[in-house]
């Protein structure tokens, strides 16, 4: 499992869905289905990322919306 810190991988998950959310209103505006489908799936990635490495470095549990400066499930520093 790739053991980053939750600040980076919040960042990557941001920079992605904004990345992807930008073409995906374009081509819905532009009506171009090409770049709708290919913002959509740039946010779909954006969402797994988050669910699959958004989670805390010691117990690996998932921190859903949590940014505190501590893990709220067993407790220690985030880094």
């Not at 053991?3 to 209103?25: C, E, M, N």
């Not at 998932?62 to 067993?74: E, I, K, M, N, Q």
């Amino acid at each position: 499992m790739w053991k980053d810190s939750p600040r980076t991988v919040r960042k990557i998950v941001f920079g992605t869905f904004a990345v992807g959310a930008v073409p995906a209103l374009a081509g819905a505006m532009m009506e171009v289905t090409a770049l709708t489908v290919i913002g959509v799936l740039l946010v779909i990635v954006a969402v797994v990322i988050h669910f699959m490495f958004y989670r805390c470095p010691h117990c690996g549990e998932f921190l859903d919306r949590s940014t505190g400066a501590y893990c709220p499930h067993c407790g220690k520093k985030m880094e």
